[in-house]
C-alpha cells in the first residue's frame, strides 16, 4: 500500500488554487463556485489524510475523528469513501476498527486489497422537496 502523500498534496494544491481564483473574482456570484470547489477538495484532504493517519502512522479512529474536529461516528463514513480503504468497509458504507486493522494487516503482508463489492457514493447535498 503506497503512500498517499502525493494524493493529499495534489487536493491541497487544488484546493489553493481554487482560493487564489476566488480571491480574485470580482464578485461573491462569482467565488461561490470556487469557494465551493475549495471546500470539496478539503474535505476530500482530510479524509485522505485521516487515512493515512489511520494506516501508515497507527493512529485510532478516535484520534483521528479528534483531530479533525470530527465526532467518532462521522469518521467511519468518510473513510469508507477513499479509495484505500473502501475495499474494507462494511456493507453499511462505513469503516471501522477491525477493518483497519484488516487493511493494515494486508498491507504488512503484501496482499492486494479485497475488490469492493459495489463502490460508495460520495457524500452530497439533496434538497429537500419545496411542499
Do not use: C, W
Not at 108 to 127: D, H, K, M, S, W
Request: glycine content about 6%; hydrophobic content about 35%; charged content about 30%.
Amino acid at each position: 500500500m503506497g503512500t498517499g502523500r502525493d494524493q493529499l498534496d495534489r487536493l491541497i494544491s487544488d484546493a489553493a488554487a481554487a482560493l487564489s481564483h476566488a480571491e480574485r473574482s470580482l464578485t461573491a456570484k462569482d467565488a461561490l463556485p470556487l469557494l465551493s470547489r475549495a471546500q470539496e477538495q478539503l474535505t476530500r484532504a482530510i479524509d485522505e489524510a485521516m487515512t493515512a493517519a489511520v494506516l501508515e502512522e497507527g493512529t485510532s479512529l478516535r484520534q483521528v475523528g479528534q483531530l479533525a474536529n470530527l465526532s467518532e461516528n462521522a469518521v467511519g463514513p468518510r473513510l469508507a469513501r477513499t479509495a484505500r480503504l473502501m475495499p474494507y468497509a462494511t456493507p453499511e458504507g462505513r469503516v471501522t476498527r477491525t477493518s483497519v486493522e484488516r487493511a493494515r494487516y494486508d498491507a504488512e503482508t503484501g496482499r492486494p486489497a479485497p475488490t469492493p463489492a459495489q463502490p460508495i457514493e460520495p457524500l452530497r447535498f439533496r434538497r429537500r422537496r419545496d411542499t
